[in-house]
């Protein structure tokens, strides 16, 4: 499938009986937010990872959802286009209204576009919050992991923060 061919997909899915020139309208509409307009009917392997990726958000927002989920969004994107991924990420959220649900390892970025945060460790709830929130809190294996350092450092701060907490002895 071209690139917008991949947009269409949910808007044909879900609106089957739409006509042809609708569904085109709605998703030049779509490609013109990411800025991909002239490349909709190349296929994805002729086009940049980071044009890929406004591709898949094109094709997240093809059917104009209140809530849009990313998984890992920005993987495999140099540091330049993560920023700009993220800003755009942050635009197209405020100019339509929409709340984005972003799972990422990429704290650098995590703290670009959060309003709030949850760290999971262990798949349970570790710190939640605001960035400020997160940044400041009292857990230091929560510090060590949003600097990035080895999970036995991490590990063993939140051992010992734990024990601090509940009163415990080494």
């Known amino acids: ?12 899915e879900h609106f089957p009986n739409l006509p042809d020139m609708q569904v085109d309208i709605m998703v030049k509409m779509k490609l013109s937010l990411v800025g991909l307009t002239p490349f909709a009917n190349l296929k994805p392997a002729e086009i940049s990872g980071g044009m890929k990726k406004r591709a898949a958000l094109a094709r997240g927002l093809a059917l104009d959802p209140k809530l849009l989920f990313c998984d890992e969004p920005t993987a495999g994107l140099d540091p330049t286009r993560v920023t700009e991924f993220d800003e755009l990420t942050l635009k197209l959220c405020k100019e339509l209204g929409v709340t984005a649900v972003v799972v990422t390892h990429d704290m650098t970025s995590a703290f670009r576009i959060a309003t ?15 960035p400020d929130e997160i940044r400041a809190h009292p857990d230091p294996g929560v510090k060590r992991f949003i600097d990035g350092c ?3 450092e991490v590990r063993e701060d939140a051992e010992a923060y734990l024990r601090d907490i509940l009163g415990e002895s080494s």
Do not use: D, F, Q
């Open 116 to 130: 709030r945060m949850i760290l999971l460790n262990k798949g349970k709830i570790w710190a939640e919050g605001t």
């Open 1 to 12: 499938m071209t690139v917008g061919e991949n947009v269409a997909l949910p808007i044909r």
């Open 150 to 152: 080895p999970e036995s």
